[in-house]
């Protein structure tokens, strides 16, 4: 994908993401269900064809499957006129990233892996199967965000729900990803040059040292000349 295209989404992606429950709750409040469908829709289709002209075909399922599923959601809501479309939006999002990332567990590399290597090729011993277990974390987190989402949805206010899923969410992920970074520093012991790398060297100390091989001399052996 050309570079120009991939930060068009990931603008894109991020004002969507972080505003949606924003625009939700107040175009719910003061237009209805078709016409925040609409103007979502206005937002969401641009990124799709550009993902559809730049993504070659063997990869686009993998790469379309959450965009489609926004897209499906947002047009039954347009064409119903129903709100609980709208509102299950988080509900779908998080099934489709469990999906995602329990159906890696089948395989040899997990997802977590997959976006580890983009970052560091040569993982540490153990690094797979460390990754392997944040994925089955990650899964977890989806199942559980995804469930307290949608019971808002069905029987909390609309102001809880863009509460929850516009804020507290994303406060729960950025302490998700905290923790994990911390962990595996604790556990690996590999720092780079990064500031949350140099404060926590220090308070972690380095990793075990291997020892050097032993070149003290023998009892027996003769003495170097003075």
Not at 174 to 199: C, H, M, N, Q
Request: hydrophobic share 50%.
């Amino acid at each position: 994908m050309p570079k120009w295209a991939s930060i068009t989404l990931a603008v894109v992606n991020t004002i969507l993401f972080a505003g949606y429950p924003v625009v939700v709750y107040v175009g719910l409040t003061e237009w209805g269900p078709r016409s925040v469908a609409l103007l979502l829709l206005l937002c969401v289709v641009p990124g799709l064809l550009i993902r559809l002209a730049t993504t070659a075909r063997a990869h686009l399922w993998p790469v379309l499957r959450v965009p489609l599923t926004v897209l499906a959601t947002l047009g039954l809501g347009a064409v119903l006129d129903d709100p609980r479309m709208l509102l299950a939006m988080p509900v779908l999002i998080n099934c489709v990233l469990f999906v995602n990332f329990a159906t890696s567990l089948r395989g040899e590399v997990s997802i977590v892996e997959r976006f580890a290597r983009v970052q560091d090729p040569d993982l540490p011993p153990g690094g797979p199967a460390y990754c392997r277990k944040v994925t089955k974390v990650w899964c977890g987190f989806f199942v559980v965000n995804g469930a307290i989402a949608g019971v808002l949805a069905l029987v909390g206010p609309t102001s809880w729900w863009a509460l929850y899923t516009g804020g507290i969410a994303y406060l729960l992920i950025g302490l998700l990803f905290t923790v994990e970074f911390i962990v595996r520093k604790a556990i690996f012991r590999r720092f780079g040059s990064s500031l949350p790398d140099r404060i926590l060297a220090p308070i972690l100390g380095p990793g075990p040292v291997s020892r050097p091989p032993n070149t003290a001399a023998e009892p027996n052996s003769p003495k170097p000349p003075t």
